[in-house]
């Protein structure tokens, strides 16, 4: 068991799912002309891979 929450959140996926969400967003925001929809998109398919990710975590810590 991983007892530094430092390194629980280093490995975490749902963290760096969050983090590639804030990054492309920021990048996006900043290129001229990319279109708004596309980097919406982006981010809708990324929080549900968090949400997936979190929902497998939930059903493994009910399972035992």
């Known amino acids: ?4 929450p430092l390194e629980v959140l280093w490995r ?15 990048v996006f ?3 001229p ?7 919406q998109a982006i981010n809708v398919i990324l929080l549900f891979l968090i949400g997936a ?9 009910w399972r035992r």
């Open 33 to 39: 002309g990319f279109p708004e929809a596309l980097w």
């Open 12 to 26: 975490s996926r749902k963290f760096w799912l969050a983090v590639v969400a804030v990054v492309q967003t920021a």
């Open 29 to 31: 925001t900043l290129v």
């Open 1 to 4: 068991m991983l007892s530094n």
């Open 53 to 61: 990710i979190a929902a497998e975590d939930v059903a493994l810590k």
